[in-house]
């Protein structure tokens, strides 16, 4: 790490302690920037495929080579990314083994994991505890993304204690991935994320356990709405388990708000129900839709100073048959267009599917005219 004379830091070297969606995110971000990045994970084959991805070079072992015991200089900044329950223990003995000079977590669970921390003895003046509010709900190295945090807010949760270039070297770490700090303490964070993610969660859940008793005629007409809302229940109930578990107050009064509201327009259908006349009846639940709506509204499209990166969205409808997708990939690749992500939509029962690809605004015209001119389906 080198530090001007304005204090500014230089983070060269990062260790990522937890090679799953998170820490492999970190790790081709912070490679991006030409940032060495070694990685450690208690399960090698996690390690051996964000290697492979290009995210860095492996630790030797658990823990190995950064321990110092080989000579090996301490890194820069150590990133606990495993999940909540695992970061305080694993802080105290990166930290005993004095395998970096700054620490921090990711963890979405922020009160508990500090004062756990500071019972299990760790340094609190080296650590600056964050938690960064981009995410998928696949985990493991195979689903991270270099730009997972573009354009997000990131909690950085240090106290009075913390060594003021600690919370530089971090901010550092954030700039690297594209997010914009937040700095406020671990119980207001646990409140607000309670609200804008913990309880959506649950929600989300909640909405796709109900999938679960639907008939398969009624699934087969799902469209993109209930696609929407439940995204984000095929996240790991373990790790979720966890979250919620470690932040359970807060997230218990979001739920009960939650279900007062849903109760009170369950109580005005029935009623609707019962006597279809009555004028008044439905006002709760547009009082919830209006509500909705506002508050919908209120969320920012997208925070700080980092713009998402653009890409241009090429709709290709396909027939749902072995092998249409691999066919619709190669006529990308013989047109010299790479496909940056893809995202497919396919309603059991229906003979086709919508394969939405993500390419850069320039090759995004290129595409549709050369996929349109071997007769793909292609649209706005
Ligand atoms: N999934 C999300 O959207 C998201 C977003 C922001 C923050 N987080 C937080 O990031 C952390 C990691 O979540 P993830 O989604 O990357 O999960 P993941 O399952 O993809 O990866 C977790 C990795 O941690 C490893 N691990 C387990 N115990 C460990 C230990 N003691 N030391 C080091 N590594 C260990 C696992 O082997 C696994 O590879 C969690 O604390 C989670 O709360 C998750
Ligand atoms: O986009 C998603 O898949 C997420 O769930 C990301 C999300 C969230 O926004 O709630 C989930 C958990 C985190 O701790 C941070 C971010």
Redesign the pocket.
């Known amino acids: 790490m080198r530090c001007d004379d304005a204090g500014v830091v230089a983070v060269r070297r990062v260790l990522v302690?937890?090679?799953?969606?998170?820490?492999t995110s970190i790790a081709l971000a912070l490679r991006e920037h030409d940032v060495d990045v070694l990685l450690s994970?208690?399960?090698p084959a996690?390690v051996s495929l964000a290697c492979d991805l290009g995210a860095g070079e492996p630790v030797r072992g658990w823990f190995d080579s950064a321990a110092g015991d080989d000579g090996v200089a301490p890194a820069d900044l150590a990133i606990v990314?495993?999940?909540?329950a695992?970061?305080p223990?694993?802080l105290r003995s990166a930290q005993d083994r004095g395998v970096a000079h700054v620490y921090t977590d990711?963890?979405?669970v922020k009160t508990w994991v500090v004062e756990a921390a500071r019972t299990a003895g760790c340094d609190m003046t080296t650590y600056v505890p964050g938690?960064?509010m981009?995410?998928?709900e696949r985990?493991?190295a195979g689903a991270a993304r270099a730009d997972l945090f573009l354009g997000r807010s990131w909690a950085l949760c240090e106290s009075d204690k913390t060594d003021p270039t600690a919370v530089r070297v971090v901010t550092e770490l954030v700039a690297h991935t594209g997010a914009h700090p937040v700095r406020l303490s671990a119980q207001e964070h646990d409140r607000a994320v309670a609200l804008v993610s913990h309880a959506p969660h649950m929600a989300a859940a909640a909405v796709a356990a109900r999938l679960s008793c639907g008939d398969s005629r009624a699934l087969g007409l799902a469209g993109q709405g209930v696609r929407d809302v439940t995204r984000i229940a095929a996240?790991?109930p373990q790790?979720w388990t966890e979250?919620v578990g470690y932040n359970a107050a807060s997230v218990a009064g979001e739920l009960s708000a939650l279900a007062a509201d849903l109760e009170d327009a369950a109580a005005a259908l029935r009623e609707t129900g019962a006597n279809p006349r009555r004028a008044d009846g439905l006002h709760p639940v547009r009082d919830l839709l209006l509500r909705g709506q506002a508050g919908q509204e209120r969320l920012p499209a997208k925070h700080g100073f980092g713009r998402d990166r653009d890409y241009t969205v090429v709709p290709v409808v396909i027939p749902d048959e072995p092998g249409s997708l691999a066919r619709l990939f190669q006529a990308a690749g013989a047109a010299d267009v790479n496909i940056e992500d893809v995202r497919l939509d396919h309603s059991p029962g229906l003979p086709v599917g919508l394969a939405q690809l993500w390419v850069v605004p320039e090759a995004g015209d290129q595409l549709r005219t050369i996929l349109a001119a071997q007769g793909w389906s292609v649209h706005a």
């Open positions: 302690l937890g090679a799953g969606l998170i820490g994970d208690p399960d996690a990314a495993a999940p909540p695992a970061v223990g694993t990711v963890a979405s938690h960064p981009g995410g998928r985990g493991g996240g790991d790790l979250i």
